[in-house]
């Protein structure tokens, strides 16, 4: 494992924060009944300053003063042979010192002694409150046992501040080792949604997709699912968070499958929609194929430098005008974009930031501006249609949506999902002889 991202993060942020401390601790272990518990998932911003696996740990990280450098700090579990015999390996704070690379690492067990004295002295604390209540406690309780001692001329950090705004901006920019890793769960989603389309027959239920896809992921050494799938045949694709999977796939009916893997980390986030009997209908072919075009026209406008919000209305020009040319809309285009005519066909908006997260940290707008596309930034571009009612009979129960990962580069856009997207190429995927 390389450590030079997760140090350079570290040292990058430290830049920006001047004379204070950082304090981010990673996601506590989730019980599910009894004494089940959650796969466990690290937080994403411990994960990004830190590569450290591990629950019962967290970061501190000192700001560079006169008389003395920036440093990092781990604590986590001690070593603890019997427990391992149970739980499996462990670090302990030499190891995890030596392994990745921080100034110091201590027993988890001595945080909150070791805390009061960690911030004393700082201008600034910067930690997520709110995120969590117990740890909002612990906190809380450090500033006061340092504030307690303010009379021995020991000063408490007199700002709070939330590390999540300028790490979000730092997690908005992807560097070549998240690009990478980003790009290799592209490659593995994409294959999922292939296998997909490739074993599915009429009459199956939906959960035997969502079963070939964790297949996929997992042999190829993904952790799982990036977010809980949605594979929803016929009209359960106009539910947008359909999430039962239990429905049988009717032939004659399209499949919508959202769904991607998660790699070191991060999401991938594909939706294909196919016809469950591996040819598209007339009607089906007529919708599909403007909801492709919106997706291209979507693509064609990410560029650096162009805001947020500028794929996103490309592609809502292509949806509008596809809908007055299927009849469910009638008018000028301009007027239905402004009086939102299209709200009941399409309701969400073409896309987010991808990352850590599938919807991933990083603003969107602030104020009245959006936020503007730069190279490094990861994106999904996903329009859809969702023709429950109001248009023509032909029409009814069809909803498409069609999702790609797409990086933005120094002269435009690079789709990094590969699963077919045009009719022809699924069809091709789902011949069998
Ligand atoms: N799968 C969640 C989304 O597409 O935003
Ligand atoms: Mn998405
Ligand atoms: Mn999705």
């Not at 089906?284 to 947020?308: D, N, S």
């Not at 490094?376 to 249609?385: I, S």
């Not at 990094?416 to 995927?429: H, K, L, N, Q, V």
Request: glycine letters at 10%.
């Amino acid at each position: 494992m390389s450590l030079e991202p997760y140090s350079s993060r570290r040292e990058a942020l430290l830049a920006t924060i001047g004379d204070g401390v950082v304090f981010i601790p990673t996601a506590p272990e989730r019980l599910r009944n009894r004494d089940s518990y959650h796969p466990y998932r690290f937080d994403s911003y411990f994960w990004y300053l830190t590569g450290f696996p591990e629950p019962g740990a967290a970061l501190v990280l000192i700001g560079g003063r006169s008389h003395a450098s920036p440093r990092s700090i781990l604590f986590c579990r001690e070593k603890d042979v019997e427990r391992e015999i149970w739980d499996g390996f462990r670090y302990g704070p030499e190891a995890a010192r030596e392994a990745f690379g921080f100034d110091e690492a201590h027993a988890f067990g001595k945080l909150e002694e070791k805390l009061p004295d960690l911030i004393a002295g700082h201008a600034a604390l910067w930690y997520p409150f709110g995120q969590d209540a117990r740890w909002d406690r612990r906190i809380a309780a450090a500033l006061d046992a340092v504030r307690a001692r303010t009379r021995t001329g020991i000063r408490a950090p007199e700002r709070i501040c939330d590390p999540r705004a300028p790490l979000d901006r730092m997690r908005l920019v992807k560097d070549a080792h998240e690009i990478e890793i980003m790009r290799r769960a592209a490659a593995i989603a994409s294959a999922g949604h292939l296998a997909a389309m490739r074993g599915c027959r009429p009459g199956m239920a939906e959960y035997e997709l969502e079963a070939e896809l964790a297949y996929e992921f997992r042999r190829r050494g993904a952790s799982g699912h990036s977010f809980p799938p949605i594979v929803a045949g016929g009209e359960n694709a106009c539910v947008l968070h359909y999430a039962s999977n239990d429905r049988m796939l009717a032939d004659g009916a399209l499949v919508l499958i959202d769904a991607g893997c998660e790699l070191d980390g991060y999401a991938a986030d594909i939706t294909r929609t196919f016809p469950v009997g591996g040819r598209f209908s007339g009607p089906q072919r007529e919708v599909y194929e403007i909801v492709l075009a919106a997706q291209a026209a979507a693509v064609a406008a990410i560029r650096p430098g162009a805001p947020f919000s500028a794929y996103h209305d490309a592609a809502l020009r292509v949806l509008v005008r596809g809908l007055v040319d299927l009849g469910a809309l009638t008018g000028e285009v301009d007027g239905l974009i402004e009086s939102e005519a299209y709200q009941p066909f399409y309701m969400h908006r073409t896309g987010h930031w991808l990352g850590l997260d599938v919807h991933d940290a990083g603003e969107y707008r602030s104020g009245d501006e959006w936020a503007a596309l730069a190279a490094g930034m990861t994106l999904t571009v996903e329009p859809g249609l969702y023709l429950r009612a109001r248009v023509p009979e032909r029409l009814r129960g069809i909803g498409i949506r069609i999702e790609d990962d797409v990086l933005v580069t120094v002269d435009g856009a690079r789709v990094y999902t590969d699963a077919p997207r045009t009719i022809d190429g699924i069809e091709e995927a789902m011949r069998h002889d």
